[in-house]
C-alpha cells in the first residue's frame, strides 16, 4: 500500500508558462485578510498567557491542555513569519519584514536568516546534488550502503521517530535557531543576535511576571508542541512513497514542487491552525502566494487536484520511510535492505 496518490504523469505537468498564468491571480496579498489574520492569531496567543498562569494553581493536567492550545496558535503565527519571508503576506517589503521579525521573536527563529535558508530548500527541493541545507537528512540506499558503520549508526539515530519529531523539534528553535550559519551572510549572520537579543527580553519579561517554574513550565510545552507540529508538517510533505528525487542534471522545479510536495489534507479545524500549508504543492510551485489563497489555487484547477495527497491516517505510514531509493525512485524503509544481497 503506497503513502500517497500515484505521482502525476509527466505528460500532465504543466509547462512554466502555462502553471505562472494559473497562479498569477492569486499572487497579491490582501491587507484586510492578512491583518486578520495577525489579529485572529497573536490575539488569542498572547490572551492564552495569563489564563495559562491562573491555571498553574490547578492540576497540571489542565495547564497543558491549555499549552498545546497555545503550541498550535504559535504553528499558525509561524505560517505568518514564514509568508513574511516569502514577501507574500504583504506588499510592502518593510511590513513583511516588521512583522516577521515579530512573529520570529514569538516563535524563537531569526527572521534573515531562516528566510535564506528557507530560500535554498525551495531552490533545491528534491536535487539530490544540493541536499542540505533546509531539508531533513536524507540518504540514498546507495549512499547508505557505502556509508561506514559510524555514519549509518547516526543516520538511523536522526531518523528514529523519538529523537525527528520528539526531541530535535524544541531543539531546534531553543537551542539551534540561537546559532548561524557559517554560509549566511552578513546581514542574516546579524539577524541571529538580534533575534537572540529579543527572544532573552521577551523571556525575561515573562520570568519577571512568572517567575522561572512558571515560565518554564508554559514556555516549554508550548514550544515543544509547535516544534512537533511543525516539523511533521515539514517532514510529511515531502517524505512520502511516491515524492520525487532527480540528480540535478535532471532534476525539474515543477516536477519537484507538484511530485515532490504532497497536498496533506487535514480536518478544517488542524488546517486552520497550520495556516493552510497542507497545500504544500502549491507553496512550493508559487512562494508568492499567501496561505490563505493557496487552498482557492489549489481548486482552481484539476492539474493541481491531481498531485499526490495524503492524509492523518496514510501520513503516518511515513514514518517507516528511511532512505531514497533510485533504482525504484521510492522512499522506503531500513527492512528494504534486507531484500538486497549486501545489506546493512
Not at 69 to 91: M, Q, S, W
Not at 256 to 282: D, E, R
Amino acid at each position: 500500500m503506497t503513502d500517497a496518490t500515484s505521482p502525476q504523469e509527466t505528460s500532465t505537468i504543466p509547462s512554466i508558462p502555462e502553471w505562472k498564468t494559473m497562479v498569477a491571480r492569486f499572487q497579491k496579498s490582501s491587507p484586510a485578510r492578512s491583518i486578520w489574520q495577525i489579529v485572529n492569531s497573536v490575539i488569542p496567543y498572547a490572551a492564552l498567557w495569563p489564563i495559562m498562569q491562573w491555571s498553574l494553581s490547578g492540576p497540571y493536567w489542565v495547564t497543558l491542555l491549555l499549552t498545546a492550545l497555545a503550541g498550535l496558535l504559535l504553528v499558525r503565527i509561524f505560517i505568518i513569519f514564514h509568508d513574511c519571508g516569502h514577501g507574500a503576506f504583504f506588499e510592502s517589503k518593510t511590513a513583511n519584514n516588521i512583522t516577521g521579525f515579530i512573529a520570529g521573536m514569538l516563535t524563537f527563529t531569526p527572521y534573515f536568516h531562516w528566510r535564506w535558508e528557507h530560500s535554498l530548500h525551495h531552490a533545491t527541493c528534491g536535487d539530490l546534488d544540493r541536499r542540505g541545507t533546509g531539508d531533513i537528512w536524507t540518504m540514498t540506499v546507495a549512499e547508505y550502503l557505502a556509508a561506514p558503520k559510524w555514519k549509518r549508526f547516526i543516520y538511523r539515530f536522526a531518523r528514529n521517530p523519538l529523537v525527528l519529531f520528539v526531541i530535535a523539534p524544541p531543539l531546534l528553535f531553543i537551542a539551534h535557531h540561537r546559532f548561524h550559519s557559517r554560509k549566511a551572510g552578513k546581514r542574516e549572520k546579524a539577524s541571529v543576535w538580534w533575534m537572540n537579543l529579543a527572544v532573552v527580553a521577551m523571556s525575561a519579561a515573562l520570568i519577571w511576571w512568572l517567575g522561572w517554574k512558571g515560565w518554564a513550565l508554559i514556555q516549554l510545552p508550548v514550544i515543544t508542541v509547535a516544534g512537533i507540529t511543525g516539523v511533521w508538517m515539514f517532514y510529511v510533505q515531502h517524505q512520502f512513497e511516491n515524492s520525487y528525487w532527480e540528480k540535478h542534471v535532471e532534476w525539474d522545479y515543477t516536477h519537484a514542487a507538484l511530485v515532490g510536495s504532497s497536498y496533506y489534507k487535514l480536518p478544517k479545524i488542524l488546517q486552520w491552525f497550520t495556516g493552510n500549508i497542507g497545500f504544500h504543492h502549491i507553496h512550493h510551485l508559487s512562494p508568492r502566494i499567501p496561505n490563505y489563497y493557496l487552498e482557492a489555487c489549489h481548486r482552481s484547477s484539476e492539474v493541481f487536484r491531481r498531485v499526490p495527497h495524503i492524509n492523518i491516517r496514510s501520513s503516518l505510514r511515513s514514518l517507516s520511510l528511511r532512505l531514497w531509493d533510485e533504482a525504484s525512485h521510492q522512499m522506503v524503509g531500513f527492512d528494504f535492505l534486507k531484500k538486497m544481497p549486501l545489506s546493512a
